[in-house]
C-alpha cells in the first residue's frame, strides 16, 4: 500500500530554517505529482510547493524565495527546505502525492512551529 512518512518538522524561532522530508513507498514515485501542504488551526488546508515528475515547481506567493522543494526519483524522497520562517508559516505539513487520475495520498503529517 502507498505510504507517505514525513519528517524534519519542529520549533524554531523566527528568521530560522527547516527541512522537511517525504519518503514514499507502495508507489511508482517518479510518475506522481507531489507537493506539500499545510493546514494551521481555524484555516483550510493549503498548497505550499508542489513538483511535477520532471520537476516543474509551483510556490504559493507567501513562500516564494523562501521554500524549496526539490524531488530526488532515485531514492523515492522529497524535500522542502524552508528558509526565513515567519510565525505565520507554524502548520501542520502534509505530503501529498497525486497520480495521473488526481488521487492523492497523503501522509500523517508534521507539526512546523514558529516561535516570534
Known amino acids: 500500500q502507498v505510504q507517505l512518512v514525513e519528517s524534519g518538522g519542529g520549533l524554531v524561532q523566527a528568521g530560522g530554517s527547516l527541512r522537511l522530508s517525504c519518503a514514499a513507498s507502495?508507489?511508482?514515485?517518479?510518475?506522481?505529482?507531489m507537493g506539500w501542504f499545510r493546514q494551521a488551526p481555524g484555516k483550510e488546508r493549503e498548497c505550499v510547493a508542489a513538483?511535477?515528475?520532471?520537476?516543474?515547481?509551483y510556490y504559493a506567493d507567501s513562500v516564494k524565495g523562501r521554500f524549496t522543494i526539490s524531488r530526488d526519483n532515485a531514492k523515492n524522497t522529497m524535500a522542502l527546505q524552508m528558509n526565513s520562517l515567519t510565525p505565520e508559516d507554524t502548520a501542520v505539513y502534509y505530503c501529498?502525492?497525486?497520480?495521473?487520475?488526481?488521487?492523492?495520498?497523503w501522509g500523517q503529517g508534521t507539526q512546523v512551529t514558529v516561535s516570534s
Open positions: 513538483i511535477s515528475w520532471s520537476g516543474n515547481t
Open positions: 507502495g508507489l511508482t514515485f517518479s510518475t506522481y505529482r
Open positions: 501529498n502525492a497525486e497520480d495521473y487520475y488526481a488521487y492523492n495520498y
